[in-house]
């Protein structure tokens, strides 16, 4: 099996910065993309970024051009960097990797427990 843990998640004023964190470990054979999605009080979750990994990126809308992700294959392990925050930007959010075991044909998602993010006006 393969775990998921996100890490990085706060309180932060609207403007501020935050930079989350999420591991994968166990019995890893390939992960194909990892990304990240958030949801929020009474909304369906939403993807905010994913990075296959060869880097290739793709961002939601709402975030473009404040939130950075980016990854590192030796680690298993992907970032999101989010600058210029917004008290919209509220919610948890839930790190997602894309395993492939040794012998198998489909993909499957790996999911985080989540983490808080908090943005104040």
């Known amino acids: 099996q393969v775990q998921v843990v996100e890490s990085g998640g706060g309180l932060v004023q609207s403007g501020g910065s935050l930079r989350l964190s999420c591991a994968a470990s166990?019995?890893?054979?390939?992960?194909?993309?990892m990304g990240w999605y958030r949801q929020a009080p009474g909304k369906q979750r939403e993807l905010v970024a994913t990075?296959?990994?060869?880097?290739?990126?793709n961002y939601a809308d709402s975030v473009k051009g404040r939130f950075t992700i980016s990854r590192d294959n030796a680690k298993n392990t992907v970032y999101l960097q989010m600058n210029s925050l917004k008290p919209e930007d509220t919610a948890v959010y839930y790190c997602?990797?894309?395993?492939?075991?040794?012998?198998?044909?489909?993909?499957?998602?790996?999911w985080g427990q989540g983490t808080q993010v908090t943005v104040t006006s």
């Open positions: 990075i296959t990994n060869g880097g290739s990126t």
């Open positions: 166990g019995r890893i054979y390939r992960i194909n993309d």
């Open positions: 997602n990797a894309k395993h492939v075991s040794r012998f198998a044909v489909n993909q499957l998602d790996f």
